[in-house]
């Protein structure tokens, strides 16, 4: 059974960083890409982050390109998304999502099969 499992949320103020990760469980996704995806009340889930499968690739919301950094360790099945200069605009659930198609590097939810539970981060101003 694979599961994923995200921590590091938390209640920080405007300005100030988290690090978020995800851990990832009965099965290796080595050569899958991994995301991240948040979601504010009242609104959609919204892409924030990807990274491939080495690494290598990654791509970003605009509304978080140079403050939110994506990485990953394969050694460890774990995803981790660094948020810096936060603002009260990001509070939101933060989901990791794992992929099943090999090779790829996906932004769309619908792409992902595999998602976690859920990790709260509110920014207060």
């Known amino acids: 059974q694979v599961q994923l499992v995200e921590s590091g949320g938390g209640l920080v103020q405007a300005g100030g960083s988290l690090r978020l990760s995800c851990a990832v469980s009965?099965?290796?996704?080595?050569?899958?890409?991994m995301g991240w995806f948040r979601q504010a009340p009242g609104k959609e889930r919204e892409f924030v982050a990807v990274?491939?499968?080495?690494?290598?690739?990654?791509r970003y919301a605009d509304s978080v390109k140079g403050r939110f950094t994506i990485s990953r360790d394969n050694a460890k099945n774990t995803v981790y998304l660094e948020m810096n200069s936060l603002k009260p605009e990001d509070t939101a659930v933060y989901y990791c999502?794992?992929?099943?198609?090999?090779?790829?590097?996906?932004?769309?939810?619908?792409?992902?099969?595999?998602w976690g539970q859920g990790t709260q981060v509110t920014v207060s101003s």
């Open positions: 999502a794992a992929d099943a198609t090999m090779f790829v590097v996906p932004t769309k939810a619908f792409d992902y099969d595999y």
């Open positions: 009965g099965r290796s996704f080595s050569r899958n890409a």
């Open positions: 990274v491939s499968w080495s690494g290598g690739t990654t």
